[in-house]
Nanobody, 125 residues
């Protein structure tokens, strides 16, 4: 069983940077992978990036690669999402998710059994 808790969301202005965090509790060893998604009200949840817990392998959405960076701190059982040059269209609820598997590059939401509660990021124009 895995519990995920996001933090660090808030209100920022266009062009600002923001880093949000997700702490994981429970079993995180082995082929453990984490990912970030976001969801705008009324739209489907969108994949942002994923990372392998055992090494530095990362995978990004083609549309968001470059402004968003996923990173992890194994000692703190925490994954981060650094967001730069934020735009109003980045306004969404940001979720972290976790799964076990050798394939760390999974983008489909249904492949992730564990989810955090989400953290709101609002970018004002």
């Amino acid at each position: 069983q895995v519990q995920l808790v996001e933090s660090g969301g808030g209100l920022v202005q266009t062009g600002d940077s923001l880093t949000i965090s997700c702490g994981a509790e429970g079993r995180t060893s082995g082929n453990f992978n984490m990912a970030w998604f976001r969801q705008v009200a009324g739209k489907q949840r969108e994949f942002i990036a994923s990372i392998s817990w055992s090494d530095l392998s990362t995978h990004y959405s083609d549309s968001l690669k470059g402004r968003f960076t996923i990173a992890k701190d194994n000692a703190k059982n925490t994954v981060y999402l650094e967001m730069k040059s934020l735009k109003p269209e980045d306004t969404a609820v940001y979720y972290c998710a976790a799964r076990f598997g050798a394939d760390y590059y999974i983008e489909q939401t249904y492949r992730y059994p564990w989810w955090g509660q989400g953290t709101q990021v609002t970018v004002s124009s």
